[in-house]
């Protein structure tokens, strides 16, 4: 078991797989504070058709092509959502709801079409990208998480005290002549990007817990902004190491459901042991009672 640490393939999927996890941890800091997470919900099932529709044009299980398809799917149901909600009087909750049922029903129902076509071949890795597999990731996938991960987090370092006014006093932020549509705009395209680039290693369905449980984590430990993005940047990238490694190293055990499973423990330790968890308020209920 110990020889997969040293393994060149394990290395190259576990350096993908940590690096896009920190990134989304960071970035999906922004969307939870912003109260957006179930944003990225939706716009994470909605890319999974945009990855049948994108193999059914180039004939082949292109990593670039397919990102493309996912991104462009998740950006035009993004603007369905937006749509939805300012031109009519269904609510938030109910038009993420439809958008996200009714994409993935449909990559779903093209997924099924094409598996069963004589005309498509190569059709065999497409539900990868439903639960996310790294073991069969390509170099290619690598690299292009990489690539993506590594400009996600330089845009953000760019724009950090920018994002940081906006998010805490969006009115302060517009007199001083940031545009808060701009901001807006440009992290939803960031948290698209790594969702496209990243359903090959997470899956459609679970990616979207990559980007709001370390954001979670990190709230649950620190008030600070800038511990609160590093805590959950690392603990996402932990858990994206472990969860590749209990992936490669068990039979049959899918890299998205592994990931999200050690995250989800460290949601529960945080929950109870951080510094705002359960233990810690008890002990302070208890400290305010001797005192009266």
């Known amino acids: 078991m110990i020889d997969i640490l040293s393994g060149y393939t394990f290395l190259i999927v576990a350096f993908g797989t940590v690096i896009l996890a920190f ?42 092509a397919l990102a493309l398809g996912a991104l462009m799917l ?7 959502i937006q749509l939805i909600t ?9 038009a993420l709801a439809l958008v996200l049922s009714s994409f993935f029903g449909l990559g779903m129902a093209l997924m099924s079409f094409v598996q069963g076509n004589p005309d498509f071949d ?21 690299y292009l998480i990489i ?11 760019l724009f950090y005290q920018q994002i940081k006014i906006y998010i805490f006093d969006p009115i302060y932020s517009r007199s001083i002549g940031i545009s808060n549509p701009l901001m807006n705009f440009m992290i939803l395209a ?9 359903l090959k290693a997470v899956g459609a369905i679970l990616i979207v817990n990559l980007l ?13 902004f800038f511990h609160v993005l590093l805590i959950a940047g690392t603990t996402g990238a932990a858990a994206a190491f472990i969860g590749t490694y ?38 302070q209920k208890r400290k305010a009672g001797e005192r009266t």
């Open 23 to 64: 990134a989304s941890g960071v970035i999906g800091t922004v969307s939870v504070i912003k109260g957006q997470s179930l944003i990225g919900d939706a716009v994470g099932h909605a890319t999974f058709p945009g990855i049948v529709i994108a193999f059914m044009l180039v004939g082949i299980r292109d990593t670039f």
């Open 74 to 80: 998740g950006i035009i149901a993004f603007f369905i």
């Open 86 to 94: 300012e031109q009519s009087k269904i609510t938030l909750d109910s």
């Open 122 to 142: 190569g059709t065999q890795g497409l539900s990868d990208y439903i639960f996310g597999q790294a073991a069969y990731m390509l170099r290619s996938d690598v």
């Open 147 to 157: 690539a993506a991960s590594i400009s996600s987090l330089l845009i953000f370092s």
């Open 190 to 198: 960031i948290t698209i990007t790594l969702i496209a680039v990243g």
């Open 212 to 224: 709001i449980a370390p954001a979670v984590i990190g709230q649950l430990w620190s008030n600070r």
């Open 246 to 283: 209990i992936s490669t190293a068990g039979d049959d055990i899918a890299t998205g459901p592994a990931i999200i499973l050690v995250l989800s423990a460290f949601v529960i330790l945080s929950l109870i042991f951080s510094r705002k968890g359960l233990l810690s308020r008890s002990i």
